[in-house]
């Protein structure tokens, strides 16, 4: 249930998540980190999905990972697509 998000950056950056189910450590840096993704159980019976903002501090550059969740082994698998989240 865990899954590691390197940032490459040469600024300050924030990460936030849009469901409660995804915890996000740290969710602010600067320059280059590494943040840690944990998902709560899914116990739901049905495959889940959050997204994951993560954006340079001003606001002026943003990147999103989209995050499926299955059940019941609860992996997470992320998804990256530029052409639906552009800069």
């Not at 998902?39 to 943003?62: C, F, H, M, P, W």
Request: glycine share 10%; charged share 20%.
């Amino acid at each position: 249930r865990l899954l590691e998000l390197n940032i490459t950056a040469n600024c300050s950056w924030n990460v936030s998540a849009d469901v409660d189910w995804i915890s996000i450590d740290p969710a602010s840096g600067n320059g280059n980190g590494t943040v840690t993704i944990t998902a709560s159980l899914n116990s739901s019976g049905a495959d889940r999905i959050g997204t994951i903002s993560v954006r340079k501090e001003n606001g002026t550059l943003e990147k999103k990972v989209r995050v499926t969740q299955g059940t019941p082994t609860g992996a997470i698998v992320p998804t990256i697509n530029d052409n639906q989240y552009p800069e």
